[in-house]
């Protein structure tokens, strides 16, 4: 399984983009930075994306992508929660601010809406996946994907702390996870529902307890102001759990072999 990050920060400027992650080139979750990541071609290539939940730094690219493939004539799956369905039909592919991809062309449109239920493993493009609730905007979930060979990633999208039951529930090699602010902000995370580097401890210590391993982990959503004190702060963490941790980057590619 390759896993591309095309986009690791949760804000975006020349250097940093939205959050999307793209597997063996044909699965995307969430669509921060797609379009902006991808040529043409790789967007045709694109047969499903996976949405986490609705704000706006997780499906900004959806539009881009629709009407490129609308252009070239290409369809792709969007799999989501009944709330982002409807978040996206009424706001956004709603003919006011771009077309409604999901109706047009009328003979194959272009977008194909189907509601993805929680904790039910869907066979998608040939991929297992599975939707777990995590602790964000109502209805955000992480996504276990299972490849046909059995490489198995586990992608949290935005959370809070609190995941125990997730792990219940995942069994992953690879674990992206969210860490948005260093540990100076933990009332600011809290509040918002995101992760610092010492929230991060206390979920991978609870994955532990629950699973006897520890799988790799890479941080992604990191605020770039803030990324040079979560860097020092996940090493520590990493130091203290004998843990392989690592803040993600646009352009990393990681490989999972059987
Ligand atoms: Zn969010
Ligand atoms: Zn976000």
């Not at 955000?140 to 609190?162: C, I, L, N, R």
């Amino acid at each position: 399984m390759n896993i591309r990050v095309l986009g690791a920060h949760n804000c975006e400027s020349q250097a940093t983009k939205f959050p999307s992650l793209l597997i063996d080139g044909v699965l995307a979750i969430d669509a921060g930075g797609l379009s902006s990541s991808l040529s043409l071609q790789e967007q045709k290539e694109l047969r499903a994306i996976l949405f986490t939940h609705q704000h706006y730094d997780h499906i900004r690219d959806l539009p881009a992508v629709a009407m490129n493939l609308f252009l070239d004539g290409s369809t792709v799956n969007i799999y989501c929660s009944q709330t982002v369905c409807d978040l996206l039909t009424s706001h956004l592919l709603n003919d006011r601010l771009y077309p409604k991809f999901h109706e047009v062309p009328e003979a194959e449109p272009t977008v194909k809406l189907t509601v993805i239920e929680p904790y039910r493993v869907e066979q998608i493009e040939g991929y297992g996946v599975l939707a777990v609730p995590v602790n964000h905007s109502p209805d955000a979930v992480g996504y276990q994907v299972t490849s046909p060979d059995g490489q198995v990633v586990f992608y949290t999208g935005d959370t809070g702390p609190g995941l125990a039951h997730c792990w219940e529930r995942v069994s992953p090699q690879l674990l992206v996870i969210e860490v948005t602010v260093p540990d100076s902000y933990q009332e600011f995370a809290i509040g918002t529902k995101h992760l610092t580097p010492s929230l991060l401890h206390q979920e991978l210590t609870s994955f532990h307890q629950l699973k006897g391993y520890l799988p790799r982990v890479i941080t992604v959503h990191m605020n770039p102001r803030l990324e040079p004190q979560i860097e020092a702060e996940i090493a520590a963490v990493a130091e203290r759990l004998k843990a392989s941790i690592s803040l993600a980057y646009e352009g990393m590619e990681l490989n999972l072999q059987p």
